[in-house]
């Protein structure tokens, strides 16, 4: 079983689109996150949530909005997508425990958006 | 969080041990050190982490300086599957919820068959 999965793999859309990217974990973890890495391979945090709480990296537009239905999802909304927004989009989730010594994240395969 | 310095790139022949360095001078008492690696065109994946003593798993070891501010990621015998970037990055352990992993721009390895 894939602990942490993406849909869809690849999704490839015109400029001022609406897209989403869901992604589900099965592994109980409380905690859900959304990266993305760019065509220079960096990989930046865009989001983190955990049932008490919703951390957003400043720098990501508000075109950007994840929902959770539920513990284990966490869905990534796209609004009028941008030439920009292409790239690699990572989801992970973690859960923290007391003496773990910071939890380990597990990162799901990747959804590689293009936008034309 | 305190910042990572790693070399851009590393190369190894197949079959030979790999010795992967990090600095972190401005580490502090409560921070963990973690690896993770990104296979290609996959997402990163954990490797190992530790606070003070050495520390050994079934992919690698990590040797972590008296001092803490460097550590070293040792594959004991490098496989081509073992080609990827390795990314050194320090948790704080007391930071509860959502606790980001913040990326740098790690190390490429590159293992020569």
């Known amino acids: 079983d894939t602990a942490v999965s993406q849909t869809p793999k690849y999704l490839v859309t015109q400029m001022g689109n609406d897209k989403s990217i869901k992604c589900e974990q099965n592994l109980g973890h409380d905690t859900m996150y959304w990266y993305k890495q760019d065509s220079k391979k960096f990989l930046k945090i865009m989001f983190s949530y955990n049932n008490k709480e919703l951390i957003i990296n400043e720098t990501v537009p508000n075109r950007f909005s994840p929902k959770s239905p539920d513990k284990a999802h966490l869905n990534l909304h796209i609004n009028s997508l941008e030439l920009g927004d292409s790239a690699v989009y990572f989801c992970a989730s973690s859960q923290w425990y007391q003496g773990a010594g910071g939890e380990t994240q597990y990162f799901g395969p990747g959804t590689r958006l293009l936008v034309l | 969080d305190a910042k990572t310095t790693q070399p851009n790139s590393m190369e190894s022949n197949e079959e030979e041990p790999v010795h992967l360095p990090c600095n972190h001078s401005t580490i502090s008492g409560t921070d963990y050190i973690h690896w993770y690696r990104q296979l290609p065109s996959q997402g990163p994946e954990y490797v190992i982490h530790g606070l003070t003593s050495n520390v050994n798993n079934r992919m690698a070891s990590l040797a972590i300086a008296e001092d803490r501010k460097s550590s070293t990621l040792i594959l004991h015998r490098a496989t081509l599957r073992d080609a990827a970037v390795y990314y050194c990055?320090?948790?704080?352990?007391?930071?509860?919820?959502?606790?980001?992993?913040?990326f740098g721009t790690g190390t490429r390895l590159t293992v020569i068959p």
């Open positions: 990055i320090l948790r704080d352990a007391q930071k509860t919820g959502a606790n980001n992993l913040f």
